[in-house]
């Protein structure tokens, strides 16, 4: 039973591009959650979703960053127009059941993205 | 406004000592949990303890609770170098309330 899966692993983007990251969940989990973590810094929640549904998007900035968990396929955290401040390691995590934090988080190794 | 906040920020210690890790919180929680992340790597869930347990063990991890402090300690025995990493609380609220993590322990057993 494959873990979950983040892609790209690094993504190198310079100022004012696009960047997507993509994760599966692990087989069975219809829960995805995405973290973003800065150097030295514990993960901070972003958004939760279902398929085909956002649950929870309080931690996503206002503006640039979306996300969205489709019926088939991966989830996607896609950030436009990139800027300096938006380097870090964006983590998804899994879950099979709903309850967000009620439930135990299978986390994905991470995509690290810096920003030229 | 963050939650969890681990106590020491860093430990060194020697193979085969004992490492006690602590957290503490604000806001009332429905659970508790610890998570390990090594070096560039995504986090690995250790044990999960809900607001009405005070204690629970999992192998070389013991982890106690103790919500009249707004406390929770992970003590890790024998500690063996495969071990360092850093270490995180999150907690939990009740209803679809997201984890809210701490920014760990960075944990280093040396041989």
Known sequence: NAGVMQNPRHLVRRRGQEARLRCSPMKGHSHVYWYRQLPEEGLKFMVYLQKENIIDESGMPKERFSAEFPKEGPSILRIQQVVRGDSAAYFCASSPRSGSGQETQYFGPGTRLLVL | ?111
């Not at chain 2, 806001?27 to 869930?45: A, D, F, K, M, P």
């Not at chain 2, 250790?46 to 070389?60: A, Q, T, V």
């Not at chain 2, 679809?96 to 040396?110: C, E, H, W």
Request: proline share 2%.
């Open chain 2, 1 to 111: 406004s963050q939650q969890g906040e681990e106590d020491p920020q860093a430990l060194s210690i020697q193979e085969g000592e004992n490492a006690t890790m602590n957290c503490s919180y604000k806001t009332s929680i429905n659970n508790l949990q610890w998570y390990r992340q090594n070096s560039g790597r995504g986090l690995v869930h250790l044990i999960l303890i809900r607001s009405n347990e005070r204690e629970k063990h999992s192998g070389r991890l013991r982890v106690t609770l103790d919500t009249s402090k707004k406390s929770s300690s992970l003590l890790i025995t024998a500690s063996r170098a495969a071990d360092t990493a850093s270490y995180f609380c999150a907690t939990a609220g009740s209803g679809n309330t997201p984890l809210v993590f701490g920014k760990g322990t960075r944990l280093s057993v040396i041989a």
